[in-house]
Nanobody
């Protein structure tokens, strides 16, 4: 069992930055690919970014490429999402996720979820 706890959400103006963190407890952190998803009000939860267990393979949804950076510190069992040039359409609850593999194909469903952290971008 893996427990995931997100932090770092908040309110920011358009063009601002936030850094989300996700700390995992449980099993060997490097065995798990990790990801970020988001869910805007009234919409489905969607993929944002994914990183392999070693951190060497990364994938982003097109809408955040060049603005968001996913990373992980395996010594601290922590994953990050640096979000720059934020837009109002980035407003959502952001969820940390973990997979039962060090890398997964696009569309794979996570095995574990965090509780979510709210990100609000004002115009």
């Amino acid at each position: 069992q893996v427990q995931l706890v997100e932090s770092g959400g908040g309110l920011v103006q358009t063009g601002g930055s936030l850094r989300l963190s996700c700390t995992a407890s449980g099993r060997t952190f490097t065995n798990y690919a990790m990801g970020w998803f988001r869910q805007a009000p009234g919409k489905e939860r969607t993929f944002v970014a994914r990183i392999s267990g070693s951190g060497s393979i990364i994938s982003y949804v097109d809408s955040v490429k060049g603005r968001f950076t996913i990373s992980r510190d395996n010594a601290k069992n922590t994953m990050y999402l640096q979000m720059n040039s934020l837009k109002p359409e980035d407003t959502a609850v952001y969820y940390c996720a973990a997979y039962h593999s060090s890398w997964v194909a696009a569309g794979a469903r996570p095995n574990y979820w965090g509780q979510g952290t709210q990100v609000t971008v004002s115009s």
